[in-house]
């Protein structure tokens, strides 16, 4: 059995969204709701009834957004394409989003699990190079699977029903990645504030997350840690265009194991990158972000040696007799952290000042300890990621299954009554809950060993 399919434009009335002037404040902090994609990429839920900010009457004539009633469908087209929920009360959005507002054919509650099942063709139909969107037109020609409406419903209220336990398998699975981040925290200050006495004594230094560490225990600013010849430093402000002969060039955002690479990384212009030679990296620093996602360090390989970086992220070179696998979780301990991490400000991104870097306080002990502790950690950290990878594998066996069965349900590719009858979602749930049980507590173990 298959059902029909139609355009989006012939199942739904499409409105296009604007934004009124930023500068102008009486358009407002109003009561109009006004969404943008970021509002519909926050969701945990499918209904949406207002976005992070409000627009006035004003603001609303000054601009091309258009108003949909409730039961309307909220769908971003572009950055990204595809987010989407269902208006519980008429609201307007910005040029970012379309509001679907849906024809006789189509039931709300169908047309919201027909085009999920869709979003996959809607990411494939958007076009452009700085940033990918959906236009208009595109969006209208695309097409949904339509039956007739008392079938529609018995097949919204099935995926209701069967999506339930699906999502909160995917739950206990943030849970079981928070438990593992929690874990690897908990890790990190016990090894880099653990090796000292037992004998504890209060020390806060304008520090107050730093308190109750061993007496015997030596803090050390981090600009005492680092060559002096090459202090704490951060880069480019402007990098300009990406060039495919250039000097590579680190942005916050690349401070991750799987970034620091020739072959991810953007370049500059050599020119550009002239007048910051001071900020160059070599291969054993660390780089750490200092803006937006701020705190993820990771050390330099030598394939990068010779990059610069962006005013997001900075260089530390350690000196002598401090070792950068060391240094480098310390810098991620949350008892050192966290003084970072309180300081960060900015009005629209969130940074570390670079002096509060350099004055941030590192438990530094003797190098062939920190050796020690190192090792430790390394041997934790893989076990931690081992796991971070067992539940990612099933959060995408969860995905997988969840999308199949939306799409096979909304295209008639399957009877929705006999298979609720079967339990045939609850038997390959099973499956992977026991699988993903069985494998945290295996990994827990080794963890705690």
């Not at 109009?32 to 004539?61: F, H, K, N, Q």
């Not at 030598?302 to 240094?327: F, S």
């Not at 870097?357 to 893989?382: M, N, S």
């Not at 009877?415 to 979602?425: C, I, L, S």
Request: include cysteine.
């Amino acid at each position: 059995m298959s059902f029909r399919e139609v355009p989006i434009g012939a199942a739904f009335d499409v409105h296009n969204g604007a934004t009124p002037a930023s500068g102008e404040e009486s358009y407002w902090d109003g009561s109009i709701p006004w969404v943008t994609p970021a509002d519909l990429g926050g969701l945990c839920g499918r209904e949406i009834a207002e976005g992070s900010r409000a627009i006035t009457p004003m603001g609303y004539s000054s601009c091309g957004t258009q108003m949909v009633p409730a039961g309307s469908i909220i769908l971003s087209t572009r950055a990204p394409v595809g987010h989407m929920a269902i208006a519980k009360n008429a609201m307007c959005f910005n040029q970012g989003c379309r509001g679907l507002i849906p024809r006789r054919i189509i039931r709300t509650d169908f047309a919201y699990w027909a085009l999920l099942a869709r979003r996959p063709q809607l990411e494939s139909a958007g076009q452009g190079t700085t940033f990918i969107e959906l236009a208009r037109g595109k969006l209208r020609a695309e097409r949904v699977p339509v039956p007739d409406l008392p079938t529609q419903k018995v097949i919204a209220d099935f995926l209701d029903r069967e999506t339930v336990r699906i999502d909160q398998l995917i739950g206990k699975k943030a849970r079981f990645s928070a438990l593992a981040d929690e874990r690897w925290r908990a890790t990190l200050d016990a090894e880099i504030l653990g090796w000292a006495t037992a004998r504890k004594r209060s020390l806060t230094n304008g520090h107050p997350y730093i308190s109750d560490l061993p007496a015997d225990l030596v803090l050390t600013p981090l600009k005492h840690l680092v060559n002096p010849r090459r202090p704490v430093m951060y880069g480019i402000v402007l990098p300009g265009p990406n060039v495919e002969n250039g000097v590579m060039i680190v942005k916050g955002g690349d401070v991750k194991p799987d970034r620091l690479s020739p072959d991810r990384l953007c370049k500059t212009t050599r020119e550009i990158e002239a007048g910051y030679v001071k900020s160059r990296l070599r291969g054993g620093d660390l780089v750490i972000a200092i803006r937006g996602g701020i705190g993820d360090v990771e050390i330099v390989p030598a394939e990068i040696e010779g990059a610069n970086l962006t005013q997001d992220a900075a260089r530390i070179a350690p000196r002598h007799g401090v070792l950068n696998h060391w240094l480098r979780y310390a810098l991620q301990a949350p008892s050192v952290f966290a003084p970072l991490g309180a300081g960060a400000n900015g009005a629209a991104v969130r940074g570390i000042n670079i002096f509060d870097l350099d004055r941030v306080l590192v438990p530094t002990p003797p190098t062939a300890e920190q050796a020690t502790i190192a090792d430790r950690l390394g041997v934790k950290e893989q076990q931690i990621i081992r796991m971070g990878e067992k539940i990612s594998e099933h959060a995408e066996l969860i995905r997988e299954l969840r999308a199949a069965l939306i799409t096979a349900a909304v295209t008639g590719q399957i009877d929705v009554a006999t298979w609720g009858k079967r339990g045939t979602t609850d038997r390959r749930l099973d499956a992977i809950e026991a699988d993903m049980v069985a494998g945290a507590k295996v990994e827990r173990q080794q963890v705690r060993a």
